[in-house]
């Protein structure tokens, strides 16, 4: 069966060692450039990256609390995430890949410490360490390819992971654009349009534990 917590985490792993291989080297210079189609920068979408990661690490820590954990957030500037996790900026690209590879880490710890019973809350539903693991891989596909869109690096995730996420959080999407798993991924995130499918504009997962 491949919606396992031990799948899921060892796709975040298999992400994120992809993701970092192409950051760590980024210019400072690319950092501050828009983030595809975001109104946030490239940094600013790292840093909501790793924070996505490290919330849902610390939501599923603490799975009897009713909503989301009452965290003191910030903001860089007007428009920018409003986030807990940020990074340094002089500490450049390694800096900001080691942020990402922490969060990620914590995630996966917590993850698979989870019983199997154990669910925690999200807006779009409760879901168990599976589900948030397989959120992450959303995550770290899509602003994978907001932070490398316009760049040298060229993002391309495992088409089979892809399907495997696709099919986990999107299935009312999945084998039906008459395009790989990965452009389904960003097509149902209003990242890019296909044709006959414009973007877009709303759009949610289904990460509901599995057998609820």
Do not use: K
């Amino acid at each position: 069966m491949i919606d396992t917590v031990a799948t899921r985490t060892q796709d975040v792993r298999h992400l994120v060692d992809t993701l970092l291989d192409g950051a760590v080297r980024f210019p400072m210079d690319q950092w501050d450039e828009q983030a595809g189609r975001l109104t946030w920068t490239r940094w600013e979408t790292a840093e909501h990256l790793a924070d996505d990661l490290f919330v849902y690490a610390a939501t599923l820590a603490a799975p009897t609390y009713p909503a989301d954990l009452p965290f003191e957030t910030t903001r860089r500037r007007d428009g920018a995430p409003d986030e807990l996790v940020h990074s340094r900026r002089a500490a450049g690209s390694p800096g900001i890949a080691a942020v990402i590879r922490s969060a990620s880490n914590v995630l996966i710890a917590i993850a698979e410490a989870t019983p199997p019973h154990v669910t925690a809350d999200h807006v779009f539903g409760r879901t168990g360490s599976e589900g948030f693991a397989a959120m992450a891989c959303v995550e770290l596909i899509v602003h994978g390819h907001d932070i490398f869109s316009g760049t040298e690096v060229d993002w391309a995730p495992d088409e089979a992971l892809c399907r495997r996420t696709v099919l986990r959080l999107f299935p009312d999407v999945a084998g039906t654009l008459n395009a790989g798993s990965y452009s389904e991924l960003l097509w149902a995130t209003g990242r890019i349009e296909l044709p006959g499918n414009p973007y877009r504009s709303e759009w949610r997962w289904h990460n509901q534990a599995l057998g609820a």
